[in-house]
């Protein structure tokens, strides 16, 4: 039989949290009232998952974590008795004594969330006749149906979460998969086949495809001899010679410069005869 935990929240902060702020994720969480709140933050032992296995159990402490509030495990009987004595006990057993009843009854409204147990003083007659307005099996009853509505409103707010993708970190050593996974899975028998050689043909015969192969008639196609033309005159097609006049074109005489033309311009002869040399 697997370990049963349940997860117990006493009002505890994570390190400097402001519990205001903590009480309002817890609240969006569970999707809590007000009421079912101050009994959360009462100071008094509360368990918030009961009788799931060590997997859940840190998811929800991760979850609790993450909103701020710190809680712990206690390892629980299948009846969901704690098995130390730290666990919250949420409901009473029938055959138990009046006397151990203070257990699971809730704080006073009067009385503060972190203050001792209170001494006799001339207040505590009047919460005494409180119990005695409601027996033991309507409280018990009472309590029972409060723990219903706040796990199947936690359920909703994961279902939402995890259909919202707003996942958190696990802590470390958390177990991922369910610890009872079914049975292992059944190696397939291989002893009827065997490893054919490199490069065997691994179709058999008779279970390759088989394509009739297409009969083309040629009776009619000769081979002609090589530079035969095999176009016939009227196949061919008709190119239109170009007539080009040449008749301004001449032939220059061997050794003819052809890259220059000289002009022929006629000599100057200066006047000079005003000119003079110099001594």
Do not use: C
């Not at 509360?46 to 909103?67: E, I, L, N, S």
């Not at 009472?142 to 796990?151: N, P, S, Y």
């Amino acid at each position: 039989m697997s370990e049963l935990f349940n997860v117990v929240f006493s009002g505890e902060v994570s390190g400097r949290a402001d519990p205001a702020v903590v009480r309002a994720n817890v609240g969006k969480l569970f999707n809590a009232s007000e009421a079912v709140l101050d009994k959360l933050f009462s100071g008094q032992p509360v368990a918030v998952k009961k009788m799931v296995d060590r997997a859940t159990a840190m998811k929800v402490r991760a979850m609790m974590k993450q909103a701020g509030a710190e809680t712990r495990m206690v390892p629980v009987d299948d009846q969901g008795r704690p098995l130390d004595a730290g666990g919250a006990t949420t409901v009473a057993p029938a055959a138990q004594t009046p006397a151990a009843a203070p257990v699971a009854r809730p704080v006073p409204a009067a009385a503060p969330v972190s203050a001792p147990a209170p001494t006799p003083a001339p207040a505590a007659p009047a919460a005494a006749p409180k119990p005695a307005a409601e027996s033991m099996a309507e409280r018990v009853k009472r309590m029972a149906e409060e723990q219903l509505r706040q796990e199947a409103a936690q359920a909703a707010v994961a279902k939402a979460a995890e259909a919202q993708g707003n996942w958190g970190v696990a802590p470390a050593g958390t177990r991922l998969s369910p610890v009872d996974a079914g049975p292992p899975p059944v190696a397939p028998d291989i002893s009827g086949i065997v490893l054919a050689p490199a490069g065997s043909d691994v179709i058999a015969p008779n279970e390759k495809p088989h394509i009739p192969p297409v009969q083309v008639d040629i009776s009619a196609i000769n081979l002609a001899p090589a530079g035969t033309e095999v176009l016939k005159e009227d196949e061919r097609e008709q190119v239109v010679p170009v007539v080009v006049d040449l008749s301004g074109i001449s032939v220059a005489e061997v050794g003819a410069p052809l890259d220059e033309i000289k002009e022929e311009k006629a000599l100057i002869n200066p006047d000079i005869s005003y000119l003079k040399l110099a001594e």
